[in-house]
């Protein structure tokens, strides 16, 4: 009966076992206990897509704060409490709800799975700017990047403010800020909102987690990155040219 496996093996033949079933309702009581954290998320993420109808209830002492859970309950005493309440789980839906559009909405992230924008957006705030307002300035350490979903934002430089270049205007849809989180430098451009802009504030610490622990989010963002430069070394190239001639 495998009593001379290991406890880890058990944990993992039993887990297969359940998942062969294809169930309707599967509970998982500490399961994967032996794995790492990031093992675990990576596991879970792929159970769901794995089981996409499937309710999983999963029960643990703690839970990890980055992982794309629906409604989290904590129970305490034979009690619920926390998160999860009627009208606080609610409302934490629907905000979720609405993060996740607005991430599926943009192009960079168009082709990640529902999980996958279910992480990114357990990572992101809403922000408003008014017109006229600076999301970050030249200098300004790279604390997250931005994804607009009303409104339209300028990239300025400081001492060139009517130097015109491709990519400059930030219209819904497009993320921000992401190349200086990546790379930890500084920005090199003000941002200011040519209107009132609403939108999506990835921090800096979760965008660089999210990209560590999924590949595709990492190559989306790094095609993204690539067609920019490709398209910037091109005005490069006819501005040369317009200069000889």
């Known amino acids: 009966a495998g009593s001379n496996l290991p406890q880890y093996a058990h944990e993992r033949i039993s887990f297969t076992r359940a998942l062969i079933k294809r169930p309707d ?3 998982l009581d500490h399961v994967l206990t032996s794995a790492e954290p990031a093992e675990r998320i990576e596991i879970r993420a792929r159970l769901r897509a794995l089981l996409p109808e499937t309710t999983i209830l999963h029960l643990e002492p703690r839970l990890e704060p980055r992982e794309a859970f629906d409604p989290v ?33 943009a192009e960079l992230f168009a082709g990640l ?6 992480v990114l ?15 970050f300035h030249e200098g300004d350490e790279a604390d997250g990047a931005y994804l607009v979903t009303e409104g339209t934002a300028e990239l300025v430089m400081q001492g060139a403010p009517d130097l015109d270049f491709d990519n400059r205007i930030v219209r819904p849809g497009r993320l921000i800020g992401d190349l200086s989180v990546i790379r930890s430098e500084k920005r090199h451009l003000d941002l200011v909102a040519r209107e009132p802009v609403t939108g999506l504030r ?13 590949p595709a989010i990492a190559v989306s963002l ?15 190239r006819e501005m040369k040219r317009r200069e000889e001639g």
């Open 121 to 135: 957006a357990f990572a992101s705030d809403w922000f408003e700017t008014p017109a006229g307002g600076y999301l």
């Open 222 to 236: 790094l095609q993204t990155v690539s067609g920019y430069l490709i398209g910037a070394a091109g005005q490069l």
């Open 202 to 214: 990835i921090g800096a610490d979760e965008l660089r987690d999210v990209i560590a622990h999924d």
């Open 73 to 105: 309950f904590e129970i305490a005493k034979g009690r619920l409490s926390g998160s999860g309440g009627p009208d606080e789980g609610d409302t934490a839906q629907s905000d979720l709800a609405r993060k996740v559009r607005a991430l599926g909405d």
């Open 113 to 118: 799975s529902r999980s996958q924008l279910r």
């Open 25 to 27: 309702i599967l509970v």
